[in-house]
């Protein structure tokens, strides 16, 4: 049985380590909150533009005329992961790596080695030690999300289609489904799959476009649907991360406290066998005294 001094220096360290899990909970469940109110807020933003598009598509005469859609020859692909910058929050970073893998297990059955774009530190550390190809990694912009900068990123990546450097674009992350739990996502970013039209033409729907259908479908429907398609990506992530912080410190402050119970439960014991022991010693030695 351990001492009592090495007991007492154990349970303060676990005491120590449980005030650590216990801010870390408090930080992730606050922050978990605020990117909650700005999902709730964008929500409905990107579901009126993904139906906005579907009304324009269907009031289009004829075939859209815009390289978003163009599905070419797969001959070069890119796989955008998005992972968190730091650790402590359970399996949500290896999870995600994993979705990438059989993502690239997929694409390399076709004969296509893809590019990974990295975004966050934990996937450009695990993909550049594995081998893959890392092409670019942007660890800022997981860590304060905002529109100006995923615009940007989903812009970067619009070019990178557009030019021909890539024929599909792929988005693999975590989702928020709840603080205990969350989904694994792998969708095509692009190109974009193309509505089914409804058969109605633009007399139909008696719309006015101002300037004209083809600049609103090209500069306000795939453009800022994109960015905030993409925005929604980081967002949710983030989202995911800090719920599985938040769960996993909380498991961790948990544990911490099963541990002091049982440490401070063993110290009652040692302690209680030091006492007997030293009365036992005292009877002894008083025994001893009195047959002299």
Same mark, same amino acid.
């Given at each position: 049985?351990?001492?009592?001094?090495? *007991?007492? !220096? &154990?349970? @303060? %360290?676990?005491?120590?380590?449980?005030?650590?899990?216990?801010?870390?909970?408090?930080?992730? +469940?606050?922050?978990?909150?605020?990117?909650?109110?700005?999902?709730?807020?964008?929500?409905?933003?990107?579901?009126?533009?993904?139906?906005?598009?579907?009304?324009?598509?269907?009031?289009?005469?004829?075939?859209?005329?815009?390289?978003?859609?163009?599905?070419?020859?797969?001959?070069?692909?890119?796989?955008?992961?998005?992972?968190?910058?730091?650790?402590?929050?359970?399996?949500?970073?290896?999870?995600?790596?994993?979705?990438?893998?059989?993502?690239?297990?997929?694409?390399?059955?076709?004969?296509?080695?893809?590019?990974?774009?990295? *975004?966050? !530190? &934990?996937? @450009? %550390?695990?993909?550049?030690?594995?081998?893959?190809?890392?092409?670019?990694?942007?660890?800022? +912009?997981?860590?304060?999300?905002?529109?100006?900068?995923?615009?940007?990123?989903?812009?970067?990546?619009?070019?990178?289609?557009?030019?021909?450097?890539?024929?599909?674009?792929?988005?693999?992350?975590?989702?928020?489904?709840?603080?205990?739990?969350?989904?694994?996502?792998?969708?095509?970013?692009?190109?974009?799959?193309?509505?089914?039209?409804?058969?109605?033409?633009?007399?139909?729907?008696?719309?006015?476009?101002?300037?004209?259908?083809?600049?609103?479908?090209?500069?306000?429907?795939?453009?800022?649907?994109?960015?905030?398609?993409?925005?929604?990506?980081?967002?949710? %992530?983030?989202?995911?991360?800090?719920?599985?912080?938040?769960?996993?410190?909380?498991?961790?402050?948990?544990?911490?406290?099963?541990?002091?119970?049982?440490?401070?439960?063993?110290?009652?014991?040692?302690?209680?066998?030091?006492?007997?022991?030293?009365?036992?010693?005292?009877?002894?030695?008083?025994?001893?005294?009195?047959?002299?």
């Amino acid at each position: 049985m351990q001492n009592l001094k090495d *007991i007492r !220096k &154990r349970i @303060a %360290s676990v005491k120590s380590t449980k005030q650590i899990t216990q801010a870390m909970k408090m930080v992730a +469940a606050a922050k978990l909150r605020k990117v909650q109110n700005r999902i709730v807020q964008l929500r409905p933003y990107t579901y009126k533009l993904k139906s906005l598009m579907e009304v324009i598509v269907a009031s289009a005469a004829g075939d859209l005329e815009n390289p978003l859609f163009e599905k070419r020859e797969l001959k070069k692909a890119l796989i955008v992961v998005i992972s968190a910058n730091r650790g402590l929050c359970g399996a949500f970073n290896m999870n995600v790596m994993k979705k990438a893998e059989q993502a690239i297990e997929t694409y390399r059955k076709q004969g296509i080695e893809p590019d990974i774009y990295a *975004i966050g !530190k &934990r996937a @450009a %550390s695990y993909f550049r030690h594995y081998g893959y190809n890392v092409v670019k990694e942007n660890p800022s +912009a997981i860590e304060k999300v905002s529109f100006e900068q995923s615009k940007a990123l989903a812009q970067e990546l619009i070019d990178m289609f557009v030019s021909g450097q890539y024929d599909r674009i792929d988005v693999v992350s975590n989702s928020f489904k709840t603080p205990g739990s969350q989904l694994l996502v792998h969708e095509q970013f692009l190109p974009i799959k193309k509505p089914q039209s409804t058969g109605l033409g633009a007399e139909d729907m008696n719309f006015i476009y101002e300037p004209d259908l083809q600049t609103i479908i090209d500069r306000l429907v795939f453009g800022y649907m994109l960015y905030a398609e993409f925005f929604f990506f980081l967002l949710d %992530s983030y989202a995911a991360e800090q719920g599985a912080r938040m769960t996993a410190m909380s498991k961790a402050t948990d544990n911490a406290e099963e541990m002091i119970s049982q440490l401070t439960l063993e110290y009652n014991k040692a302690r209680q066998a030091a006492i007997t022991k030293e009365i036992i010693e005292i009877v002894s030695g008083a025994e001893a005294l009195k047959n002299k």
